[in-house]
């Protein structure tokens, strides 16, 4: 019997494509695992026009920028969808990509809202047992929604499309990479905020005395009194490159093909596409042992990650560099984040959850 094809309204589903292929990757994947039709979620449509909404960060949705009345009542229209949504029966699933938004000040009021938020959902996709435990600890209720553990995919066909142009990179991006020359180059990439540790990075990176290392840091720095302060860090040390703007897509696949170590000191993380992006390069990445990281090097191999515990300093730079010029690593085994799999497991899920199983 043929099955009946299921509306999805995701937020994000390919808009931020040029800024995260994960959304992208993920809804081609799903749409080849059908009947399912994908589209774009915006609150002009209709609510009734989907069966599904799929949202994965919708803290910057619900929560106001402060209390000033223009930035709450921007977000009542949001309230007001979301409610009539729940009344016409459409289904709320949200991928729990954090606990909270990581540059987010968990006021009482932010607090009580998302709440309110998490308590319209009727199922949840976890990206690892880790991101389980921590958001069901945090969250008791949504810990007893309908729940699903499906993995982060790599980005192992966006790099191959983005090779496959051979479209150069930016200009700017080109002489940086140029000057490295034959060193031994640590990649940080992404956009860089207070979390990330970025900060830290250069300053034990600095304290190291191998003339024949570069530090390459690229990315936007949306704060701008945290740019001057890596302005002046990198300003201190000639071996570190500093790169803060966003990186298109040429240009950021060209400084993951340049690296020959990545190096992601997060602060606080639960889950990482920075890292598994890494690893779709085939590059070995530095991360603390926090959040999903330990189940990230269970699944691509304890030879393709390392982790390290307590504060981030330069004997774990040090073992790093040394592990990989001494090619005591491996290449990651990225079995487990295959697209095709975790495609028909959200559909799966999608369609449990909508009584169309």
Not at 143 to 170: E, M
Request: charged share 25%; net charge neutral; hydrophobic share 45%.
């Amino acid at each position: 019997m043929k099955q009946e094809s299921l509306r999805i309204a995701a937020r994000p589903a390919f808009s931020n494509e040029s800024t995260n292929p994960y959304n992208s990757l993920l809804y081609r994947a799903v749409s080849s695992a059908g009947p399912v039709a994908v589209r774009e979620h915006k609150y002009s449509m209709l609510p009734w026009e989907c069966d599904i909404l799929h949202v994965h960060w919708p803290e910057f949705d619900v929560l106001p920028r402060s209390l000033r009345p223009l930035d709450v009542s921007k977000k009542l229209f949001v309230w007001a969808w979301l409610l009539l949504a729940r009344a016409v029966g459409v289904k709320i699933v949200w991928t729990a990509h954090n606990a909270f938004g990581h540059d987010m000040k968990p006021s009482r009021f932010k607090l009580f809202l998302w709440k309110r938020f998490l308590s319209m959902l009727d199922g949840v996709i976890f990206l690892s047992e880790e991101s389980r435990a921590v958001i069901g600890a945090a969250y008791p209720d949504v810990g007893r929604l309908p729940s699903a553990l499906i993995r982060h995919g790599h980005y192992g066909p966006w790099i191959d499309a983005v090779r496959k142009t051979a479209a150069a990179p930016d200009q700017t991006v080109e002489q940086a990479l140029e000057s490295l020359g034959e060193a031994f180059v640590l990649l940080n990439f992404g956009q860089m905020r207070a979390y990330k540790n970025v900060d830290e990075l250069m300053r034990q990176f600095s304290t190291l005395d191998d003339p024949d290392i570069r530090l390459l840091i690229a990315g936007s720095v949306p704060d701008a009194d945290y740019r001057l302060e890596l302005e002046a860090l990198a300003a201190a040390d000639r071996r570190i490159v500093l790169l803060p703007k966003h990186m298109d897509d040429a240009s950021l696949v060209a400084c993951l093909d340049r690296a020959d170590l990545v190096v992601l000191p997060y602060r606080k993380i639960l889950n990482s596409g920075s890292a598994l992006m890494a690893l779709s390069a085939g590059k070995h990445v530095v991360v603390p042992a926090i959040g999903s990281m330990r189940a990230l090097q269970r699944d691509v191999g304890a030879g393709a990650l390392t982790l390290f515990e307590g504060p981030f300093d330069a004997d774990i730079l040090r073992d790093a560099i040394d592990r990989v010029r001494s090619r005591r690593v491996t290449p990651p085994d990225l079995g487990a984040y295959e697209w095709p799999f975790l495609g028909a497991q959200t559909v799966g899920f999608y369609r449990d959850l909508a009584g169309r199983a």
